[in-house]
């Protein structure tokens, strides 16, 4: 239980234990002789004294939270905020109703006033103080500095865009504790004043639009959710919690004084019924408690009546609350919508209709302005008299602080309000999280210390603390306060008092009775800091009333200062002089079970309890039963660091940022330590307030900060001592030195740690109090260490129960890692000494390369290192940095980048021992040592030190392998002054890569033993971009070049020349110059069989080429339907040749260039009448003729159709001699010899087929497919389907059909494999097959198509199937040769002998195999020469169907002959073309038109047969199953299919069949029916008779 001990000055008061006294007292408020009492159960206590006897009295009928008495007038507030006044006698209450002034939005609406709440108030002669729930500070009374001369309660505007803490008011002044309103700007707190607000009117319907209002029945009840209206989720403790706007910042629940009364209401809870086990037995996670309406804590046990008195738990900003929860869910399109409550209860509340949304705004955005803001609302709480119900206050406050201590954990991803879109590894993410979680931590400890002190009033006794006596006008702040972490601010008559965060007290003001300082008896016009307690003994609580002080220690000590009953104290008198010994040293501990202390509170709201009270000339402490524990002393040590983490902040390290300008080098560096020093004050900051929460038993160990933030600790220190580390390699204090004067208060902090003769003016003395001041946060870690092993000791003295196990491990865990902290920046320091010793030294020679990350390991001067035989007049000195080796040649440097650094020990000979070879990407260094043990040495530095750069330091050696970038030098020849980043085989670029030359040359790609091999890609600036396969430095291989003038290459390399197969397009399309070429290179010339289309002439020739000129046999195709053919010599063509016209002239003889005779000739007109004779001059110019002799054509008047010359097709390019450069391709990829090749590649020297081992044929073909694959996986813009990807699978097993014998199964299974293998380009045999036809179709495609082009597409095709079918072969020599047919029976005879020639079977030969898998390929370019070839014919076919397919079935058979048996039963009586009647032969006729949907010839054999079944079956369903046909019957029927079925140039494809139809088929069935059907369309065309005439 507390103890209750009461002064009437400093003479003692006794309490009778009968005397009905509340558990704690919270507030006195002096009568005169007597008081007032204000209990933690809400009651109010009339106190009478009586010969030093108190006696209490309990006054009925009042409700309070804070009570304040002046002038014969009690202010009351109550539990709900409602503000009343009353008299001595507590008769008449009667209640002061303050209301908000209405706003107007920006729709120009107003908004309802609302009722303020109160928290707080003061009164004195100078007017009265009210503080209301949100923070905003009211008064009434004449007090002109801050704008108030009325006895109506304003509020004052001078502290809009600041939250007020905690307010004081003595005689004639005032004072109170502020901090500018953090509101929340993206993702950054900003500190603003007098921002405009965003105001809603409910009675707007913009406005209304904007935030929604929802209907009551969807706002959810308190229990589940937050203050501001955000569904709670209760799957943890901290989605649990209550949050708050980051205006909301109130003051402490427990600071209730005279001067600054308690708290907000968020502290008020009903009484507990069982006040003897309050502090053990606190049900902090039943939510439940929570009452609807006001969101109020009640104990379970209470009566219904009790349970309907609702509390709201916690007040907050509302139009903050709406700006906050705007800006969050502004992205939200719609279901933001909250509704905004004026209930009877005094309470504005915002509520959320609760979407989807509000769980993830909820867990995702609470962003540190919230904890900032609840967190400040509980540090500081400014009071006089004050010590409010801590019990209460643990209950309320519990689940806010779940929030605001936990929200800062490391294992915590929510809160993390970074992007990972950008972060590539584990590593990288895991700094990002620290980082964010530091940046949040540290705003916590920055809002901690960023307090303000405002005083204003009467300053004739200095009670302002400005340093002066000079009449003020307007509020003023007391500078030498701001930024110490203001905790409490009390004020007496005319003196006044503040304690700070690191635990010290200062004082000012009217000193006439030493209630100030006991030096004299003047005042003190600014703050001076209490000294008469210990270093280790600092202030725990303070108050100041009338004319005298108490201050309250850690260890209960009560000072006394000021006037007393008796006079005033001349020397200071503590009030609670201890006659134990044992606890003297020892700080008091409030416990309330030491055997059971994992039950005493959980982590509750971040604030601690003031102790003392005073009003008038009575004085009241609450002393808990203690024991000896060390709490106290571990928070004056982490308060005594904080002073002087303050201390050098602002003496130091503030006046060098403002004038860090003048520092032109490194400025980063300087930079970078100040800010992490800033940082660590406000970490520091945070963990003394958390161990504060520890000593007043509010927390558990492993909530103190240090604990549960330890890794962010760490990695903090671990930022900071690297960062100090390089401010010392670049003598960065000297320069520091240079630019701000060491204070005196700094000088002093570590005079005890200079030598004893060093002058104190002296610059080297000043530069090493500027260093002890920057390291010392590093210093200081053993504080923490100290703390750690207190807390494992007391620990361990009340060790019960596994929960506390896992505590102690936490707690050593903690103290290890100091340790090894601790011995890690030791050493850091220690090489950036010796690294800065080091450069002064040597002097200005290498200055250039001294950078602040830069750590010296080794040099041979000191440890000796020799290069193996050096120049006889030459000197070697060679240096290992942490990051680069440097081989000084005389005075000559050589940077050796640690990256790219290979260090191997060589082998020991006669003649060398102790060497080790050093390769860098250009050079061999050998160097020796004068020992083995030395050798062992530098090999282990250099070891270590590699590893360090490539982070690889848990390997036992550098990698062979590795990632580095490197510039490689002049000295170069390939890549010369070239940039290098990528992959490094010892000392050789090796894998994947990217160079960059000074010209601006780029290559990323492959390298292989430092040249470019393999797939890569070159930017070669004025020349183009190569895109494809590389071979010693030089493009080898399938590639694509575009030039910088806009042509484009694609083809075949060899040596960086295209050689081989290739296309190359130039000029624009849309200019008069454009040609593309496709066909044979060599050495970049076009050299060999190719296909030339001139775009700008409007011509395409096809044949040979010599050095990019046409050159040999050849055929020239134009736009105006011109054919040449002949030899040409260097682009001309000369000699004898062809020349054919459109409409079927032509001409035979000798040319001087095309469209040019010159000498004998035959020239043939289209009518049949030719000339032979001598012919010169150009065609179109008119043609000289002599000794020429005229033919006319008189017997036989019609020419043949498509008349040729003689010539024709025999003075082009043989088609065995057309892409030989693919094949080649094809042969070197499947390993044939080239030895057993004709020259030109295409097919086989030595007969058709040689013997070659198949068996490494098809290891090559695996090999190109799995590359190939591997290729196409990686390539992110290839995605293939489910069926290709399985086709490739199957293609990567090398097959066992088809290589020794062959079966129909075997045939079957290979047809399949040769499918697959062409469908994908992955596959020897597929890329062939789609370069082959991608040649055919631009050769016989396009616009500038002839139809005399026909024969040699044809005979091309041809070629190429047999060509292929050689290569085909290869892999499958069980297929028969070219030229041999083999028919695989599809049934086995029965008696098992082999049937050599059997009926019904599948036929093997070239065109079986491929024709369908080539035909599709080319089948659109080659139909259109098949289509113009037969265009009179199939015009004629088309007209006449069309006529004949006018007239109904009956005329159209009666027309045909068809026998009427199979025509009077179907016809009817139907109207033609009726869509009810039935044909007969329609089935068969659909059949037919699925002509135009098949390919090859087979398919299209395959669809006649087809045809005639249906007609068969037809027949014999009308005539009998037994009918068979007799062909005088059934021609006429099929006759009639083939016109009804209306088949599109049926003579293209009867012409296409025919050409392509396999020779043993023109005998059998299938032969036959496509006779008929030739027979067909030959009688439509030759019809004499006339429809009509029917």
């Known amino acids: 239980m507390s103890q209750h001990k009461f002064w009437r000055g400093i003479d003692a008061l006794k309490v009778s234990s009968a005397q009905n006294v509340p558990e704690k007292i919270v507030k006195l408020c002096s009568l005169g002789a007597d008081f007032l009492a204000l209990g933690n159960d809400h009651g109010l206590y009339y106190c009478n004294i009586e010969e030093e006897n108190l006696n209490f009295r309990k006054i009925s009928g009042v409700s309070a939270i804070d009570i304040s008495y002046h002038n014969d007038i009690l202010y009351v507030i109550n539990e709900h905020g409602r503000l009343y006044k009353t008299d001595s006698t507590f008769k008449n209450k009667e209640e002061i109703i303050v209301k908000e002034e209405s706003k107007c939005c920006p729709h120009g609406f107003k908004s309802n006033s609302s009722k303020v709440k109160f928290r707080n108030v003061v009164t004195s002669d100078f007017g009265q103080l009210y503080i209301s729930s949100d923070g905003h500070l009211w008064g009434s009374g004449v007090m002109p500095q801050i704008g108030l001369d009325t006895s109506i309660i304003k509020k004052i505007p001078f502290f809009e865009g600041r939250t007020v803490y905690s307010a004081s008011i003595g005689q004639n002044f005032a004072a109170v504790i502020a901090r500018k309103t953090v509101r929340q700007s993206g993702n950054c707190d900003t500190d603003t004043d007098n921002d405009d607000e965003e105001v809603f009117a409910s009675n707007c319907s913009q406005c209304q639009t904007i935030i929604g209002l929802a209907s009551p029945a969807s706002v959810p009840s308190l229990s589940e959710t937050c203050p501001l209206g955000v569904h709670i989720s209760k799957s943890s403790e901290d989605s649990s919690s209550t949050t708050a706007p980051q205006t909301d910042v109130h003051v402490d629940a427990q600071s209730f004084t005279e001067d600054s009364s308690p708290s907000s209401e968020e502290s008020k809870v009903a009484k507990q019924t069982s006040p003897t086990c309050v502090n053990s037995n606190l049900d902090l996670d039943n939510t439940s408690n929570i009452e609807d309406t006001d969101g109020n804590y009640t104990d379970e046990n209470e009566t219904p009546h009790a349970s309907t008195e609702k509390l709201n738990n916690i007040f907050i900003n509302t139009d903050a609350a709406r700006q906050f929860l705007s800006r969050q869910l502004s992205w939200v399109s719609a279901g933001e919508d909250y509704l905004v409550e004026y209930t009877e209860k005094p309470t504005r509340i915002i509520k959320e209709n609760v979407t989807n949304i509000t769980n993830f705004v909820y867990e995702g955005v609470k962003t540190v302005g919230d904890k900032v803001a609840t967190l400040s609302r509980h540090v500081s709480g400014s009071s ?366 570590f005079s005890d740690q200079l030598p004893s003769n060093k002058q104190k003016n002296n610059k080297k003395t000043s530069e090493a109090v500027i260093a002890l001041a920057f390291v010392q946060p590093l210093t200081r870690l053993s504080s923490y260490k100290c703390i750690a092993q207190s807390l494992l000791r007391y620990r361990t003295k009340r060790k019960k129960g596994e929960m506390k196990s896992n505590i102690e491990e936490r707690i050593s865990k903690v103290i290890s890692t100091l340790d090894t902290l601790n011995e890690e920046q030791e050493k850091r320091r220690k090489d950036a000494d010796v690294t800065k010793l080091f450069w002064e030294t040597i002097g200005k020679s290498l200055e250039h390369y001294r950078i602040p990350e830069r750590r010296l390991l080794r040099e041979s001067k000191s440890k000796q290192l020799n290069l193996v035989n050096p120049g006889r007049f030459s000197s070697h000195w060679f240096i290992l940095f942490n990051d680069l080796f440097v081989h000084v040649n005389g005075s000559t440097p050589i940077l050796h980048p640690l ?149 484009i290459y694609e083809g075949y390399f060899k040596d960086g020349h295209p050689h081989g197969h290739g296309i190359k397009r130039q000029g624009d399309f849309t200019s008069s110059f454009a040609t593309i070429y496709t066909g044979e290179w060599a050495a970049g010339v076009r050299q060999g069989y190719g296909v030339m289309d001139d775009i700008g002439k409007g011509e395409k020739y096809l044949g040979n080429w010599s050095d990019n000129k046409k050159h040999g046999c050849g055929l020239i195709v134009t736009l105006e339907g011109i054919y040449y053919e002949g030899l040409f010599t260097q682009d001309v063509l000369t000699g004898h040749g062809v020349m054919v016209f459109e409409d079927g002239t032509h001409y035979e003889g000798e040319f001087r260039s095309a469209g040019v005779f010159s000498g004998k000739g035959v020239l043939t007109f289209s009518s049949g009448d030719r000339i032979e004779g001598a012919l010169t001059g150009a065609w179109t110019e008119g043609v000289k003729i002599s000794n020429g002799v005229m033919h006319l054509n008189v017997s036989n008047p019609a020419l043949p159709p498509n008349s040729k010359p003689n010539s024709f097709g025999k003075l082009s390019v043989a088609p065995n001699q057309k892409w030989n450069a693919l094949f080649r391709q094809c042969f070197h990829c499947l390993g044939v010899p080239e030895t057993i090749l004709t020259p030109t590649g295409n097919h086989f020297a030595n007969g058709p087929c040689p013997t070659i081992e198949n068996i490494k044929i098809w290891q090559n073909v695996a090999v190109a497919v799995s590359c190939s694959n591997k290729q196409h996986t990686k390539s992110p813009k290839k995605k293939s389907g489910s069926d290709l990807e399985k086709s490739v699978d199957c293609l990567e097993v090398i097959p066992h059909f088809g290589q020794k014998s062959l079966n129909l199964n075997d045939f079957t299974e290979l047809k399949q494999y040769l499918y697959n293998a062409c469908e994908t380009t992955q596959h020897p045999l597929g890329q062939l097959v789609l370069s082959l036809t991608n040649a055919f179709n631009t050769t016989y495609g396009g616009v500038r198509v002839h139809p005399l082009l026909l024969s040699h597409a044809v005979k091309e095709l041809k070629s190429i199937t047999t060509r292929l079918y050689q290569v085909v072969r290869l892999l499958f020599p069980a297929l028969p040769p070219e030229g041999t047919d083999i028919v695989l029976p599809y049934k086995e005879s029965e008696d098992g002998l082999d049937d050599s020639n059997p009926i019904d079977g599948e036929v093997v030969s070239a065109a079986s195999l491929l024709q369908p898998t080539l035909l599709p390929r080319v089948h659109p370019a080659l139909f259109v020469l098949y289509a113009l070839h037969n265009k009179r014919e199939d015009d004629l076919y088309w007209r006449r169907l069309l006529k004949w397919n006018k007239q109904p079935d009956t005329t159209l058979m009666a027309f045909l002959g068809i026998d009427q048996k199979f025509w009077t039963k179907s016809s009817g009586q139907s109207p033609p073309y009726s869509p009810a009647r039935e044909q007969l032969f329609q089935e068969a006729v659909e059949t037919l038109q699925q002509l135009k949907t098949t390919f090859s010839p087979m398919e299209k054999l395959l669809v006649i047969r087809s045809t005639f079944q249906k007609m068969t079956t037809a027949v014999q369903q009308e005539l009998g199953a037994q009918y068979l046909w007799s062909m005088d019957e059934l021609f006429p029927v099929f006759h009639f299919v083939v016109v009804r079925a209306r088949v599109l140039q049926l003579g293209s494809e009867l012409h296409f069949v025919e050409d392509f139809l396999p020779p043993a088929l023109h005998r059998g069935e299938l032969g036959l029916m496509f006779t008929t059907l030739k027979a067909c369309y030959f009688q439509i065309l030759q019809e004499k008779m006339s429809i009509n005439s029917l």
């Open 384 to 749: 006089d008299n004050n010590d409010i119900v801590e019990i209460q206050n643990r209950n309320c406050n519990e689940e806010m602080i779940s929030s605001l201590l936990y929200s800062c954990n490391s294992s915590k991803f929510d809160d993390l309000q970074f992007s990972t879109s950008t972060i590539s590894s584990e590593k990288e993410f895991e700094a990002a999280r620290k980082n964010e979680t530091l940046n949040n931590i540290s705003k916590l400890g920055k809002n901690i210390l960023a307090t303000e002190l405002w005083t204003w009033g009467d300053i004739s006794h200095g009670q302002l603390g400005i340093g002066d006596t000079v009449k003020r006008v307007k509020p003023m702040v007391v500078m030498s306060l701001s930024g110490f972490g203001l905790q409490k601010v009390s004020c007496g008559k005319w003196h006044c008092a503040a304690l700070t965060l690191d635990g010290r007290l200062f004082m000012w003001g009217y000193n006439h009775f030493k209630q100030v300082s006991l030096d004299s008896r003047e005042d003190k016009s600014s703050p001076k800091q209490f000294t008469e307690n210990s270093d280790s003994d600092r202030i725990r609580d303070m108050i100041a009333t009338d004319n005298h002080m108490l201050a309250y220690t850690h260890n209960e000590n009560i000072y006394y200062m000021g006037k007393h009953t008796d006079g005033f104290t001349e020397a200071i008198v503590n009030l609670n002089e201890k006659s134990n010994d044992t606890a003297n040293d020892n700080e008091n501990v409030k416990t309330v079970k030491l055997a059971e202390p994992q039950s005493l509170i959980k982590p509750q709201n971040v604030c601690y309890h003031w102790r003392i009270l005073s009003s008038g000339s009575i004085s009241y402490c609450s002393l808990e039963e203690s024991a000896v524990c060390p709490e106290f002393q571990n928070l004056s040590i982490a308060q005594r660091y904080l002073e002087e983490m303050l201390l050098i902040y602002h003496s130091l390290i503030k006046p060098f940022l403002k004038k860090s300008k003048a520092i032109s080098s490194n400025s980063n560096v300087y930079e970078l330590v100040c800010d992490v020093f800033s940082d660590i004050l406000n970490l520091t900051a945070l963990n003394v307030l958390s161990t504060w929460q520890y000593a007043e038993k509010h927390i558990n160990e492993c909530d103190i900060s240090l604990i549960k933030n330890l890794e962010e600790f760490i990695y903090l220190y671990k930022k900071y001592y690297i960062a100090v580390s390089n401010l010392i390699v670049i003598g960065g204090f000297a320069q520091i030195n240079n630019i701000v004067d060491v204070p005196t208060s700094v000088y002093n902090l």
């Open 899 to 1047: 990256e790219t650094l290979w260090v191997d020990a060589a082998p020991n000979s006669d003649s060398l021992l102790n060497i080790l070879q050093i390769t860098t990407p250009e050079e061999i260094i050998l160097v020796s040592t004068n020992s083995e043990q030395e050798k062992a040495e530098w090999i282990h530095a250099f070891n270590a030190a590699i590893k360090a750069v490539l982070k690889k330091d848990t390997i036992f050696k550098p990698p062979a392998i590795r990632s580095a970038s490197y510039i490689f030098s002049s000295k170069h020849t390939f890549y010369k002054d070239a940039k290098y980043t990528g992959r490094w085989l010892d000392g050789k670029v090796h894998g994947n890569g990217k160079v960059e030359w000074p010209d601006g040359k780029v290559y990323v790609g492959q390298f292989q033993l430092n040249a470019l091999c393999g797939h890569g890609k070159m930017d070669i600036p004025g020349v183009g971009i190569y895109d494809g396969q590389w071979k010693d430095n030089l493009q080898n291989g399938y590639g694509i070049m575009k030039y910088a003038s806009g042509d």
